[in-house]
T-cell receptor
Framework: KQEVTQIPAALSVPEGENLVLNCSFTDSAIYNLQWFRQDPGKGLTSLLLIQSSQREQTSGRLNASLDKSSGRSTLYIAASQPGDSATYLCAVNRDDKIIFGKGTRLHILP | GAGVSQSPRYKVAKRGQDVALRCDPISGHVSLFWYQQALGQGPEFLTYFQNEAQLDKSGLPSDRFFAERPEGSVSTLKIQRTQQEDSAVYLC?????????????FGPGTRLTVL
């Protein structure tokens, strides 16, 4: 059974710092991996989607990597801003189901 | 263009009441998914439709949960005799099912509170 684990569960960093969020998954047979952002009381915003054949994706200050063989992904956020404060969810897609981690609650201190 | 929409956005029910949650997918999207997100947790898969066919309902937690998509577009998730443990955000997602990238697009969710 696929399990997705995110570390840390919560993180507070001063504005301007670069940071890394970690995700691991137990079954490497995935179609793709996706990082989402969720603001309190809101739905999911897709940030980056990495196909199983890809190693990384970049969008602005965000960079996500995928090492399928080791079951790991990282989300790198450069030059963090207070507006980046949210919960970040890692999710793997296989067999038409998305399996989510529990998320990392990120707080950027002004 | 319009994204996935869900209604109502908030629903408060007394324990034992039946509720119906609606999802309007992106026009033309073939597949539709329902997820349940409890407080402090990631979303968990409930069920999946391809057009009007319900292909997977393995995530439905009990027979009180029922989903339908009779015309292959709008979907309704019905919960009978609601219990407090049903309190959660219910997310709907749709997927085009054409092209290389099979991405699910999520709606804003319906927050259900059972008193």
């Amino acid at each position: 059974k696929q399990e997705v684990t995110q570390i840390p569960a919560a993180l507070s960093v001063p504005e301007g710092e670069n940071l890394v969020l970690n995700c691991s998954f137990t079954d490497s047979a995935i179609y793709n991996l996706q990082w989402f952002r969720q603001d309190p009381g809101k739905g999911l915003t897709s940030l980056l989607l990495i196909q199983s054949s890809q190693r990384e994706q970049t969008s602005g200050r965000l960079n996500a990597s995928l090492d399928k063989s080791s079951g790991r992904s990282t989300l790198y956020i450069a030059a963090s801003q207070p507006g980046d404060s949210a919960t970040y969810l890692c999710a793997v897609n296989r067999d038409d189901k998305i399996i989510f981690g529990k998320g990392t609650r990120l707080h950027i201190l002004p | 263009g319009a994204g996935v929409s869900q209604s109502p956005r908030y629903k408060v029910a007394k324990r034992g009441q039946d509720v119906a949650l609606r999802c309007d997918p992106i026009s033309g999207h073939v597949s539709l998914f329902w997820y349940q997100q409890a407080l402090g947790q990631g979303p968990e898969f409930l069920t999946y439709f391809q057009n009007e066919a319900q292909l997977d309902k393995s995530g439905l937690p009990s027979d009180r949960f029922f989903a339908e998509r009779p015309e292959g577009s709008v979907s309704t998730l019905k919960i009978q005799r609601t219990q407090q443990e049903d309190s959660a955000v219910y997310l709907c997602a749709s997927r085009l099912d054409r092209g290389i990238i099979n991405e699910q697009f999520f709606g804003p969710g319906t927050r259900l509170t059972v008193l």
